[in-house]
Structures are given as structure tokens and as C-alpha cells.
């Protein structure tokens, strides 16, 4: 875990957002899983994450595996008729969760893409809730690179992997869109970062 030193203030009541590329979803439970175990171990507790998910089938898909790894889940877009958007149901959800403390987890290019381009919400929802977010990746030297839009990484047994959690970038209450192109910059060098370290 690159960046281990960065998670200490945020993994028990100090909020966050952890953000990183769609492609990395299935690989970022293991961060938690790191977290967990290392403050279990030192007899600390761990604060709740929250991952925001989609309420699509392939979304309800993600949240019972997110579930199984110890994570909550916040649905995000595509509300039914006659409810409240998505989008601004989902950002309301995760601004109470930040408010009592806990962390969100957000894929910005989820959940159809673009890939790798960030949709407003994460410097929004970082504003908004004056918390930092975290640029994050993983990488597997043992993979299947799927054809799907985001080109998602699936992990196939016996590889080594890297975990990078990038230095927290401030978003400041009025200044969202000035830190969405230094967000998105961030965490595509997360990883690249990944992936250098799988390949040293």
C-alpha cells in the first residue's frame, strides 16, 4: 500500500472522499479490507465508508459485493418516476454521511463514463461538505481486462497487486470546478502509479 500514512486521520472520524476510476471498482475493496485489518490489529476502530452505486441491475450488482467486503452502500442516479433525481438524491444521501463523520467512496467517470473524465460531483460533493478527497487506484499483475466502456480490471488469482492512495486535495467551498481538473489528473496518476509499482 503506497500512501498508507495518508489514511491515519481518516479512518476513524474524520471524513473523506476516496475517489478513483470506474475501471478500479472491483480491485478498491481491498483497500478497506488493508484498513480494517490494520486498525483491528493496533486495537483501534475504523469508522463506516460508504460507496455510492448506481440503482441500475449492474448497480444493486456492485453493492451486494460491496456489502460482502464490509462496505454500506448510497444509491445514486436513475431515481424511478415521481422520486427525487438521482444525481441530487444521491448527493444528499452522501452529505449526511459525511456529516457524521464516516467516509464516501465515488467513482466520477461511473457509472457509464466517459472513462477517466469526472463528472462535477466529486469536487462538488467536496465543497459542499468541506472535506478533502483522496485520489486512489489499484493494480493486479495477474488481470482480465474486460470490453466494456471503462476497460475494468477483474483480479485473477496468484498476481501481486499495488494500492495507491494519493495526497488529499482541499476543495474549497466556491472553488469546485477549479479542483475537478486537478482531481481527475490525480487520480489517473494514481494509476499510473499502480501500474508502475505492479511492473517494478
Known amino acids: ?7 491515519g486521520p481518516y479512518l476513524e472520524a474524520n471524513p473523506a472522499i476516496f475517489a478513483f476510476w470506474h475501471e478500479c471498482l472491483p480491485l478498491m475493496p481491498a483497500l478497506w479490507t488493508l484498513a480494517l485489518r490494520h486498525r483491528a490489529g493496533a486495537g483501534l476502530p475504523c469508522g463506516r465508508m460508504v460507496v455510492l ?27 424511478k418516476r415521481g422520486e427525487q433525481k438521482g444525481g441530487a438524491a444521491g448527493l444528499r444521501a452522501l452529505l449526511d454521511v459525511l456529516a457524521t463523520g464516516s467516509q464516501v467512496v465515488i467513482t466520477p467517470d461511473g457509472p457509464r463514463g466517459p472513462r477517466r473524465h469526472a463528472a462535477p460531483g466529486v469536487a462538488q460533493l467536496a465543497a459542499l461538505a468541506g472535506v478533502p478527497v483522496i485520489p486512489c487506484a489499484a493494480r493486479l499483475t495477474r488481470r482480465r481486462v474486460l470490453p466494456t466502456w471503462d476497460r475494468m480490471i477483474l483480479p485473477l488469482p496468484w498476481g501481486r ?30 494509476a499510473e502509479m499502480a501500474e508502475a509499482l505492479c511492473a517494478a
Open 1 to 7: 500500500l503506497h500512501g498508507a500514512d495518508r489514511l
Open 53 to 79: 452505486v448506481s440503482r441500475h441491475q449492474d448497480g444493486r450488482l456492485i453493492g451486494r459485493m460491496m456489502r460482502g467486503f464490509g462496505l454500506d452502500v448510497a444509491h445514486g442516479s436513475s431515481a
Open 161 to 190: 497487486g499495488a494500492l495507491v492512495c494519493g495526497t488529499p486535495i482541499p476543495v474549497g467551498r466556491g472553488a469546485w470546478r477549479d479542483a475537478l481538473v486537478p482531481i481527475a489528473a490525480a487520480m489517473t496518476e494514481a
